[in-house]
């Protein structure tokens, strides 16, 4: 395989991921939508739907195991493929999460009474920003993209403190709707999740550009500037 051919099938690849991000952003935000509209039958489409997800995950996977195998690649080819074994994986679980939401939706049913709170449209849109961006900055080989994206996923964990504080203070109030308030805070859980494995995907960024693989959080400044 020559260098062009090789960069082809690697731009292929890396557009096919961008695909995938689409498919969890867009299943992520409906998911949510459907929650707070109590659509049961969006939800319905939605975990359904989630099939797709893994599908292509698996076809993604596949195609990136062969290319390893076939052209034994060096360097950052190398560092690239396997991130995009990481990659897919995490937005896989990403995927499983709005699942989870569309299910919930479902088990709540169209009886209950429950609101979910105004902030869990705010978690969505916040982690599929995050979510957006570090896949272009993971594709662009973005590290200063990659290594600002994190610090937003404060701004999720207090959204999440604030509805979980919200959701048991009326489960205090209404002990009968207390198998409701649950549904609603796996929601919120999967929210605050979806943004932590958002944070995995930026790592991974700077692992293909620098060759260092270093965990951080989102305070961790000293963990960003060691990959600067």
């Given amino acids: ?77 190398l560092r690239l493929l396997t991130s995009i074994l990481e990659v897919i994986t995490e937005l896989e679980r990403m995927g499983d999460y709005a699942k989870g939401i569309g299910r919930i939706n479902i088990n709540l049913g169209p009886e209950s009474r429950l609101k979910p709170p105004a902030e869990l449209i705010e978690m969505a849109e916040t982690g599929v920003d995050m979510l957006h961006r570090a896949l272009e900055a993971f594709v662009t080989g973005d590290e200063d993209m990659a290594r600002e994206i994190p610090k937003d996923d404060d701004r999720v964990d207090d959204l999440f403190n604030r509805v979980q504080s919200e959701l048991l203070a009326g489960m205090h109030d209404q002990p009968s709707e207390i198998e409701d308030v649950n549904h609603l805070l796996w929601a919120c859980h999967n929210l605050e999740r979806l943004a932590d494995r958002v944070t995995n995907i930026c790592e991974r960024t700077l692992f293909i550009t620098s060759g260092v693989l270093l965990e951080f959080d989102s305070t961790d400044d000293e963990a960003r500037k060691a990959v600067s």
């Avoid at 695909?19 to 109590?38: D, I, N, P, Y």
């Fill in 1 to 77: 395989m020559t260098r062009e051919t090789l960069d082809r099938k690697l731009q292929e690849l890396s557009d096919e991921v961008l695909l995938l991000g689409s498919m969890v952003e867009q299943a992520t935000l409906v998911a949510v939508r459907a929650l707070k509209e109590r659509d049961l039958a969006k939800s319905q489409k939605i975990y359904d739907g989630d099939k797709q997800i893994n599908d292509l995950r698996f076809q993604l996977e596949e195609r990136t195991i062969t290319l390893i195998a076939t052209q034994q690649p060096m360097a950052r080819d």
